[in-house]
Each structure stands twice: as structure tokens, then as C-alpha cells.
Nanobody, 127 residues
């Protein structure tokens, strides 16, 4: 069983920055691919970024290209999402998720490829 816990959300003005952290339990954290998703009321959970277990390959959705960066520290069982140049449309609940599925390499943006999810952290960007 893996437990995932996000932190670092909050309220920020447009153009500002936030760094989300995700701590995961489990001795085999280094074997998990990790992803960040976000969700707004009435909409489906949307892919943001993901990172391979080794950290040498990342994936992102176009709307965050050049603004968000995912990284991981396997020694700390943690993954991070650095968010810069935030926009009001980035406002959402952000979720961290872990994947042990080989399907991750086919579609890293598919929520169904993730086994374990955190409860989310709210990010609000004011204009």
C-alpha cells in the first residue's frame, strides 16, 4: 500500500510562483512513476505533468510548458511541482499520484494509469 500526501498549495497573485510537494510512503518509491493532475468543479481531472521513476524523462501538458517543472528526490520519497508565471486559469485542486503500471509509458496523462492518489491541495491564483 502506498500513501501519497500533497502540500504547498495556497493563494497567489497572477504571475507569482508556488511549489507543491508530494510525499509518498513505501520502500519502493523509486520504482513508481509520479504525476500531477488538477481538477476544477464540474470538470474531469486533467493531466499536468509526470515523471518517470528514474527522473530522466518528464511529460507535460502544453498549457504549462515553460512555466511548470516536475522533479523528484527518491532519497526523500518526494516529488515536486514548481509552478511559475501562474495564471488565474491554473486555479484548481492539484493531486499527486503514483503509478506502477506499464501503461504509464503509453499514456502518462491518463489518470487510469495511476494506482495511488493523494487528497489534493488547493491552488488559487487571483487576477
Amino acid at each position: 500500500q502506498v500513501q501519497v500526501q500533497e502540500s504547498g498549495g495556497g493563494l497567489v497573485q497572477a504571475g507569482g510562483s508556488l511549489k507543491l510537494s508530494c510525499a509518498a510512503s513505501g520502500r519502493t518509491f523509486s520504482g513508481y512513476a509520479m504525476g500531477w493532475f488538477r481538477q476544477t468543479p464540474g470538470k474531469e481531472r486533467a493531466f499536468v505533468e509526470a515523471i518517470k521513476w528514474s527522473g530522466d524523462r518528464t511529460y507535460y501538458t502544453n498549457s504549462v510548458k515553460g512555466r511548470f517543472t516536475i522533479s523528484r528526490d527518491n532519497a526523500k520519497n518526494s516529488v515536486y511541482l514548481q509552478m511559475n508565471s501562474l495564471r488565474p486559469e491554473d486555479t484548481a485542486v492539484y493531486y499527486c499520484a503514483a503509478s506502477t503500471s506499464l501503461g504509464f509509458f503509453i499514456e502518462p496523462g491518463d489518470p487510469a494509469k495511476y494506482n495511488y492518489w493523494g487528497r489534493g491541495t488547493q491552488v488559487s491564483v487571483s487576477s
